[in-house]
């Protein structure tokens, strides 16, 4: 299996930055897809960008693309999310997830980073 560890969440006043990061280790697979998410209580997750390994092609989804950076270090088997200019509305729990290739879902999710945007 895949194992997917976030890091980096935390408080921050809004206008502020975060960066998070995603190591994945197990059965990873040599091509795949690695993606970020994030959901509120009670809300359906959201996708917000997506990575493909190894070649670095990227997706983002929505208006966080203008304020949001996704990108990998591969040697350490992590992948980024660096989030700047963000509001209260950021606030959520968010969490990668990892996709195989040929595959159209997300297999393996971590267990989240809490961002909280204060005002």
């Known amino acids: 299996q895949v194992q997917l560890v976030e890091s980096g969440g935390g408080l921050v006043q809004a206008g502020g930055s975060l960066r998070l990061s995603c190591t994945a280790s197990?059965?990873?697979?040599?091509?795949?897809?690695m993606g970020w998410f994030r959901q509120v209580p009670g809300k359906h997750r959201e996708l917000l960008a997506t990575i493909f390994i190894p070649t670095g092609t990227i997706r983002y989804e929505g208006p966080v693309k203008d304020r949001f950076t996704i990108s990998t270090d591969s040697s350490k088997n992590t992948v980024f999310l660096q989030m700047n200019s963000l509001t209260p509305e950021d606030t959520a729990l968010y969490s990668c997830?990892?996709?195989?290739?040929?595959?159209?879902?997300?297999?393996?999710w971590g267990q989240g980073t809490q961002v909280t945007v204060s005002s």
């Open positions: 197990g059965q990873i697979g040599s091509s795949h897809t």
């Open positions: 997830a990892h996709r195989p290739r040929g595959s159209t879902t997300f297999g393996f």
